[in-house]
């Protein structure tokens, strides 16, 4: 049993924990949950999923698992936070299976070539920037340019073809997703698509969890034989997110004081899509960050 050493904002910092992983799951004695972040000589750092009535020399205890979210095909237009639970006041959601939210990415002899283009329904980037299903393409432009109203786009038009469809919002307010959700119910492409959202007011562990259980929850399905794409709305509050926690935790700065390992987390969140041999046809993850 360890001891709850001291914590600030959504990070803990745990003494006593020999053996510890990185990416672990803790229980804390009044049930609150953390996840290793970092190890340190005596010290584990800790991500902490919610902080209410936290306090110093708590108890802490192992668990020996990694951090995992329940998945279900239930999901499906549906509104939820990182860790699966409802948002959008329609009752709890029934798991069927629990998945790491640390997957690795698949390995090169298990990809395939991409061959089959992703219609977006936006003519002038079908036309000019084709892509493929299991294809990486940023989405980049100043503020107010029509991104998210593009990356919507391009999820009507998968859903109406039946493709599961994942939009990540990380740190949007609740009245742009209000927007997102209408616009997709409007265009009948709701029941195929899935949001995960996080406001800015969320835990600083859940706006960083986000778009790490959005590729979660589209492994599950691209593993039930569908064609997923994942929109992550946005990548740069997610950065700033990480580079608030890793200030927390006197990281090193390197440019614009963001550490140097956000290039790492963020190419190994992406590495996670792709084109996929399946047993009877290819299956992928397209990501549109």
């Not at 990416?23 to 902080?51: P, R, W």
């Not at 095909?73 to 299976?97: A, F, V, Y």
């Not at 209000?178 to 600083?204: C, R």
């Not at 259980?213 to 740069?236: C, H, P, W």
């Amino acid at each position: 049993i360890g001891y709850l050493e001291s914590f600030s904002r959504s990070l803990g910092f745990v003494s006593g924990l020999p053996g510890a992983k990185a990416g672990e799951l803790l229980i804390f004695e009044d049930g609150q949950e953390g996840i290793v972040y970092g190890l340190k000589e005596n010290i584990a750092e800790v991500l902490m999923i919610n902080t209410e009535g936290l306090r110093v020399g708590e108890k802490v205890t192992r668990t020996g698992e990694d951090f995992k979210i329940p998945v279900s095909t239930k999901l499906l237009g549906r509104i939820i936070n990182p860790l699966c639970q409802s948002l959008d006041g329609k009752g709890m959601i029934k798991e069927e299976e629990k998945r790491n939210i640390w997957a690795k990415a698949p390995s090169f002899i298990e990809r395939e070539k991409i061959t089959e283009p992703l219609e977006t329904g936006v003519m002038m980037v079908d036309l000019l920037v084709p892509i493929g299903y299991g294809q990486r393409e940023l989405v980049i432009g100043d503020a107010k340019t029509g991104k998210t109203s593009f990356l919507l786009q391009a999820i009507v038009s998968q859903a109406k073809k039946k493709n599961i469809c994942v939009y990540v919002s990380i740190g949007k307010k609740d009245v742009a997703i209000k927007m997102v959700e209408n616009y997709l119910a409007s265009q009948n492409a709701l029941s195929n698509t899935i949001i995960v959202h996080t406001t800015p007011d969320d835990p600083l562990t859940l706006l960083y969890l986000a778009p790490f259980s959005g590729m979660t929850i589209a492994e599950y399905f691209r593993d039930k034989g569908n064609q997923v794409l994942i929109v992550f709305d946005d990548l740069t509050t997610h950065a700033k997110v990480w580079r608030e926690i890793s200030l927390l935790l006197k990281r090193t700065p390197g440019r614009d004081c963001y550490p140097g390992d956000i290039f790492f987390v963020h190419a190994s969140l992406l590495e996670r899509a792709g084109n996929l041999k399946g047993k009877e046809k290819n299956v992928s993850i397209t990501a549109l960050p």
